[in-house]
Structure formats: C-alpha cells, structure tokens
C-alpha cells in the first residue's frame, strides 16, 4: 500500500484503535481499484533516475531460464544471508545461501590477526560448497558482503583511509574514486565480493553516532561522493564494470537515516516526503545513476513506519519510480523491528520488498523455515519470491559470478603485498593531508618549524586506534593498540620524522610533561572510538563533567608555551574552552591508518616554506554552544564556523581567546525523560528476565519462571502492567535499550526516577530498583520497606533520587536500563508511566527516597 496509508497511520495514533483499521481497510479497497492511482505521490516528489547501467536482453535470458528451474528452497536461501559466525561450510553445502557475511569485528576462525590466506580460505570453501550441489541441488555461487567503509577496515594491515566525515571536508571527487577503487582491491585480495559501502546518510543531528559514517550535513557533497564511489567500487559502464578489479557497492541506509529526531540512532524520521527527497534521498540519486547493484534498508522509521517494513519506499518509491533493478538487502536484522516481525519471522519485509534477510546470530535457520512455509500458505505471493531473486540473481550475472574463476584464483587473490601496499597509502596519506581543517591559527602559529623541539602531547598523538575511531578492526574500533597496524603510523610518528630530518627534536609526553622547555607543544586529543548508537550523545559539550584535556592544554599554555590543538573526532563538538587555550586548532576527524598525513600538512619544510597547504573545508557546522545539536548549511544558524569555514596558511585572521565557555545545558530547563508511557518509550523495550535469559514482552500476557506481566488499564486501555513474582527464583522486569543512553544532563538538571505503583500483594522478601549501565555497573535502591508501607489496591506516585543510583555505582553516560525491578520473593504490583523528572517541574509524590547530594 502507499504513502496515503502510511500517512493516515501516522495520524492514526491519536485516534482509537478501531478507527485505524476502519481507515485502513477501506484504504486498502481504494488503493486496489486504482492502481495506478497508487503512485500519483510518488511520481510528485520524486523523479525516474537515468540509471546508466541498462538491463541486457542476454542477462535476463539467463536469469528468467535459470529462475525457472529453481525450487522454492532454493529461492528463499538466495534471500537468506547468514553471518559467519553463525555458519559452517556445510550449512552452505545443505543450505546453497545465496549470499553470506562477516560484521564488524568478526574474523575467518574467530582470529582477529586472520592471514589474508585465512580469509581467502573461507571464501574459497563458502564458494565451493555453494555450487556443490550435491545436496540442495542448486549450483548458484554465493557472494560474501563485507563492511569495508574506510578501507578493508575489518583486516590487519589494510590501508584505512579518513572515515568519511573527513573525506566530506576535501571535496574532492576524484580522490574517493580513487579511494574506492583501492579499497574495492585490497577486499578481492581477501576474495570478497561485496562492499556494504557507501554510507550516504546526510546527518542533520550531529549527536547521533554515526555522523563521522556520512560525508556531510548537506546533500550537495554527498550527492557527488555517492557516485564516484560507486563508480570506484565498481566501475562504470564505460570503465570495466563489475570487472576482475571491481566489486558490488551498497548505498546505505535507505532512507533518512541521518534525520532521525534527536540524532537518535535507528530513530524516527519525520520529515516530509520532499525534504526525505531533496536531503536525505540525494545520494541514491548519485549512487544508483553510477549504477549501485544494492541498497541496504535503514534501521529507522519514517513517521513512525520502520523502513524494513514500507512497501512505499522500498517498492513504490524506490523500484518502481526511481528504477532501481537491483537488490534490497537488509540491515543487521533489522526485519526484526518491524511492527508484528520478529528476527525469525517476518512476511512484512518481503511483502514491502526486501530482497535479501541480513540474518546474523541463530535465526537465520527459523526465518529460512518461516518463508517457505509462509509462501506454501500464500502470506508471500510466489511472483514476490520470484521478483526477488530475479534482483539477486541478475547482479550476480552482472557481477560475472557465473563465469568468474573461484575467489581464491581470482587476479587480486591472494596477492598480499596489495594490502596495506605504499601506493594505496600514498592515496590515503593524500586523503589525510586533504582532510585537515584550520580552525584558528592566531599569529600563524602553523606551519611549525621542524627545527624547534617540540613536545608532542595528548592520548591521540601516538595512537593509531584512536585515530581511526570505529569500525577498525573491531566493531566499537576499541581493543586496538598500535601493533594491530603494521605498516601504519601515528600523528607523532610524522612529526618525529619531519623535526628529525630537519635537525630539530620532537619528545613524545602524554601527560605533558617535560624536563627540556619545549619551543612548541602539538597536543592530540578527542573522541575515544565508537560505532552506531554507542556513540549517541545527548548535547555536543566535549568531555562533559571531565576536562582533562582542557586541564592539559591550559597547563601548558600557562607556561607560555604555544600550543597547537589536533583535535579527533568523528563530529563537529562544542569545544570552545579547548579553543581559548590554544593558540592553533586543526578538526583532523578520523584520518585513519596514515597518521604522518598529519604531520606533513602542519609542520613546514626546513627552510620554513609550507611543505603543504592546508585545504579543508567544514562539510558540517561547527557549533558555538553545546546545544546547537541540528544547526545546518542554509538554516540562517549561529554556528562558530559555518559550512565552508576554513583558513589557509597566511590567513591573518585571529579568533579571540574569549569564547563564551558556559556550557548551554546548564543554561536550558531540562524537561522529563519519559520512560514507560502506555509502552516503553524508544529507545527503550520492556523485557523480563530470570538469571541469564531476557525476553522481550511481547504480548499482552506473557510468562517467564516466576514473573508473569500483564497489560492493564490504568486510565485508557492498556497503559499500564501487573507484575506477578511467585517467588523461589530472583526476576526482574527491565526496560532496556540496545545502546547505552546518555543520562548525564537529567542527572545534572537534579531528577526524580518516578512511577506510578499499585499494590496488589505485599512483598515476601527483598525488592530493588536499579539502573544498569554498560560497564556492568548494577546500581541498587532497596524499595522493600517503602512497599510494605503501601496502601493496596490504590495507585501512587512515588520517586526515588537519581542521586541515589549514582552513588550506588550508575554511570549515567551508559545508561542501558534505567529501571530494573526485582524480586525472589512474591509481590504482586501494578507499574505505569515511569519517567525522569527533574524536581523542579515535578508533580508530588506519595513517598519518596532521597539521597544527599
Ligand atoms: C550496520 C550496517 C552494516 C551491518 C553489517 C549494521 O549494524 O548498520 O551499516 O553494514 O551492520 O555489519
Ligand atoms: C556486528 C556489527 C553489527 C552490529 C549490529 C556487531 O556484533 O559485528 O557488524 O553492525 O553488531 O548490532
């Protein structure tokens, strides 16, 4: 159905129930009868691409006669996409997936320092075993999908470039193609067919933590970069498409995934239908021109509507009206957070017009078991089936897979000396050097003499993990240490180098401190690494409640020391007291593996010329105070430096040394945090829990051991839950959130936790409220005594101190639970609207418990 339903959906939420589906239904009749009628949005907003890459007549001969022959098994694993550490080469054999991949982090043997011969290996069996067809019958050779999103980022020694908030600040074209070109052959090296690149999100919210994955706040770069890095990944028509050297290129997260509310990551969109076009939707149209063969479906929701799950845009929308003849795959099970899906289960997603299952973890075998049995029932139309695999089976004609020797005698197999190779760190090390951005440089402090001694201080400035940020190595990019990247080098690396050659001296000192007077101080600071919604923030104030790199920097300075700031990130941050207490500040993002890149641009030749120029230009607003979270080219904001800010070398500009310091949270009324209202509130789920198992409440009534939870009317249908503990075994309810949330400016504006209770039996034993967090932290208030004073059967409000889960251990920066309630001894109690509440604004309370401050 189209986007009229889907609207009506949105709008339905304040209407009942049953009026929904009076609605819906006779929506549904409307949109049968007129067809055509169906795509009258679609055709306003958004146009019919000229996709360069034409279907051939031959190919899909092919793919029509090879389609016939083929059983619904067969089909349905060509939908299927497992990950590695979820199976064997035999299932391969038995099951014939048509594709398969590794996620961040995740290594042939489990082995993070596998040997390209490792990866060429599996590749090798997976292939084998997908065109034995001994067992399910079907020769049709896999394909394994990779996240190479800064170079082959999952392999020791590979060339990380800058990630691509970087890249965005080089506006240079030509250069990603490059790029992408290398990084398309340091993957076949490794026998991959796939990249799951590139990421074209526009990001709008710089708090959400995948704002370094995407090239810039505005859809013009973005635009451009989606198709040179198409065509660098896979070629083009006219330049060996999908050839010996190429691989299949993604573009991802379709759609609007850098426009969720509140930068949340897997959020809600809701722009309208022309601005989900003219921003959010610009590099499909660059990306999918160039010829992309898949696209991945984002984790978020538009109005409300998970994509996975929107037959408008993945069909309508983006098939039909904008021509796209290849593949949709989906996210990391994705499928799983439509409306009524499950990870196993999920009719929705193939019905809206996902091609391929991104299935990792165990449910790839249920989901595989489901389809069939879901088109046996006619839930799945067989021509969707058949529409499918036709996408997978005409790029993997395409991609030449049929005729294309085995991946590990393929030309780049096995030939190592490519990874990691000087050439392709030459281009890296360019990309670098193009990327930096000059935010101050008072007194043209910049370029350095290489001829003074220079203290080289800060966490970043002999770190190579930290400087290429997340999605290196591992998942998170944490757990890296300097020999996990042979062959690269560190900031410090290259200054040392530089000051050597010259005759002058570069002392590394973390700390800052030092026995010889240094003429100069470079301190490299910044984010530490991390990846997707492990990265949200709530407000973009650097090192929150712990400046120690402010501290570091003002030591310094109050020694009379110039001091030159590199600061690493993988956003745009409020860091106008680290400002102040510099004299030069460079954004050097996420520069990857090539470090001295660096170096190269901020120090100067021997005899003082510039030994390079200092290029960058800012591809997102840099904000003047921590909370311009969502300021934007062209919104008449008041950032610190606009979109395109950027000094050279001889700018005589000067930035004051008084930029306003007084962080805006504390200045802004901090408004509730609302939890549990009628549901769980995103980001957080409700789940019930005994020892090591969590399942996720589902249902109206549902049981797990002693804890049974059932859905009951507080004021309207449904709005709150009885908890029934039988006792003998601890169990907890908890509302949890995939990622850890950042709780710290609730905390800081002085909040009550507060629920609304009923009690229905008193408690036999003990019972606690308690905040989790992700370093384990299982922070503790015992409510025992407060439970048994209640009154029954009469609901209450009542509120516990914030202040008491923190000094119990919580940390509120990596809050994954912020309720857990449990038991091992009988109780029964109703629960409602659980929230956050600063106290100043807050409604009173029948019991309370405080702690001091
Ligand atoms: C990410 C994708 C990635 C996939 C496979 C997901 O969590 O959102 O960008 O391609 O995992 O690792
Ligand atoms: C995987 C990533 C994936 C993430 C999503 C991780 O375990 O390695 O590739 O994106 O999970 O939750």
Excluded at 73 to 82: N, R, S
Excluded at 219 to 240: M, R
Excluded at 333 to 338: L, P
Aim: aromatic fraction near 8%.
């Amino acid at each position: 159905m189209g986007y009229l339903s889907e609207a009506n959906n949105n709008k339905g939420v304040k209407m009942s129930q049953k009026t929904v589906k009076i609605i819906k239904s006779s929506l549904a009749v409307v949109m049968l009868v007129t067809t055509t009628g169906a795509y009258a949005e679609a055709d306003k907003v958004w146009p019919r691409l000229k996709i360069e890459v034409k279907q051939d007549p031959a190919i899909e001969n092919q793919v029509k006669s090879l389609l016939s022959s083929m059983t619904l098994a067969q089909k349905i694993a060509q939908m299927i996409q497992p990950e590695i550490r979820d199976i064997t080469v035999e299932d391969m054999r038995k099951y014939g997936f048509g594709s398969y991949l590794n996620g961040g982090g995740s290594f042939p043997t489990a082995n993070k320092k596998a040997a390209a011969s490792d990866w060429i290996d599996l590749a090798e069996a997976m292939y084998q075993a997908s065109v034995d067809s001994s067992l399910d019958g079907s020769s049709i050779p896999t394909m394994w999908g990779t996240d190479a999103v800064h170079g082959h980022n999952n392999v020791i020694g590979a060339t990380l470039f800058p990630h691509n908030i970087g890249l965005g600040a080089m506006s240079n074209p030509a250069l990603v193609e490059s790029i992408a070109a290398i990084t398309a052959k340091e993957v076949m090296v490794t026998g991959i067919d796939w990249v799951f690149a590139p990421t074209v999100a526009v990001v709008r919210d710089d708090r959400w933590g995948r704002t370094y994955e995407g090239y810039s706040e505005d859809p013009e770069i973005v635009k451009s970069y989606a198709s040179a890095v198409v065509k660098g990944l896979q070629g083009s028509v006219d330049d060996d498409f999908l050839g010996n050297s190429r691989v299949i290129s993604t573009v991802k997260h379709f759609l609007g995934d850098g426009g969720t509310e509140k930068g949340d990551d897997q959020g809600n969109n809701v722009a309208t239908e022309q601005e989900l076009f003219d921003i959010h939707a610009q590099g499909y149209v660059g990306g999918l021109t160039a010829g992309a063969q898949s696209v991945m479906a984002s984790f978020n929701s538009w109005h409300g509507n998970k994509i996975h799950g929107s037959k408008y845009l993945l069909t309508d929308v983006l098939k039909q009206r904008m021509g796209f003849d290849g593949f949709v795959v989906g996210d990391w099970n994705g499928h799983g957070q439509v409306a009524g899906c499950s990870n196993q289960s999920c009719v929705a997603a193939v019905n809206a017009g996902l091609d391929i299952f991104m299935v990792p973890t165990d449910a790839w075998k249920p989901l595989y078991h489901n389809l069939i049995a879901q088109v046996n029932a006619g839930q799945i139309a067989q021509s969707r089936i058949d529409d499918a695999v036709t996408r997978i089976l005409r790029v993997k004609f395409r991609a030449g897979l049929f005729t294309k020797l085995s991946p590990a005698k393929r030309v780049f197999s096995g030939k190592t000396e490519l990874i990691g190779s000087p050439a392709h760190r030459d281009v890296a090390r360019q990309a670098v050097r193009e990327s930096l951005v000059l935010l101050k440089n008072n007194h043209q402090l910049l370029p350095l003499s290489p001829k003074q001694n220079i203290l080289v201080a800060g966490d970043g400035a002999d770190n190579i993990g930290k400087q290429s940020g997340g999605w290196t190595i591992s998942w998170q990019g944490s757990g890296n240490k300097n020999s996990d990247f042979p062959g690269a080098s560190s900031i410090f690396d290259g200054i040392k180098q530089a000051a050597l050659q010259a005759g002058g001296n570069a002392i590394l000192s973390v700390d800052g401190s030092f026995t010889q007077r240094p003429d100069v101080a470079v301190v490299v600071f910044g984010e530490e690494p991390y990846a997707e919604g492990h990265g949200d923030i709530d407000n973009l104030e650097y090192q929150r409640g712990n400046k120690r790199d402010l501290a570091l920097l003002k030591r310094l300075k109050a020694q009379g020391i110039p001091v030159v700031a590199i600061f690493i990130s993988g956003r745009p941050l409020w860091v106008n007291a680290e400002l102040n207490a510099s004299d030069a500040f460079v954004a050097a993002w996420l520069p990857g593996s090539e470090g001295n890149g660096v170096a190269q641009v901020i120090m100067a030749n021997a005899d003082k010329t510039i030994a390079y120029p200092i290029t960058g230009k800012l591809s997102f607003s840099w904000p003047n105070s921590s909370d311009q979270h969502a300021i934007n080219r062209g919104d008449n904001n008041q950032a610190l430096f606009g979109y395109g800010y950027g000094l050279s070398y001889g700018d005589k500009q000067q930035l004051t040394n008084q930029l306003n310091e007084v962080a805006a949270i504390t200045m802004v009324k901090m408004t509730a945090v609302k939890l549990f209202e009628r549901a769980a509130q995103m980001p957080w789920q409700s789940y019930v829990s005994v020892g090591q198992q969590k399942n996720l409440v589902e249902s109206s009534q549902q049981q797990l051991g002693p804890l049974t939870i059932k859905a009951i009317d507080k004021v309207v249908q449904e709005d709150a839950r009885l908890l029934t503990f039988a006792g003998a075994q601890l169990a907890s309810y908890r509302l949890i959130s995939n990622f850890p949330e950042d709780l710290r400016a609730i905390y800081e504006a002085d909040s009550w936790l507060m629920a609304s209770l009923k009690l229905k039996q008193a408690p036999t034993g003990r019972v606690t409220v308690a905040m989790v967090c992700q370093e384990s932290c299982n922070a503790k208030v015992d409510i025992t005594k407060q439970l048994n004073n209640m009154p029954q059967g009469q609901w209450q409000r009542v509120a516990i101190d914030l202040r008491c889960f923190k000094q119990a251990g919580a940390d509120m920066a990596k809050i994954v639970s912020p309720f857990v309630l449990s038991t091992a001894g009988e109780l029964s109690v109703a629960l409602a609207d659980i929230v956050l509440q600063p106290k100043a604004h807050a409604p009173s309370s029948d019991w309370q418990i405080q702690c001091a401050p």
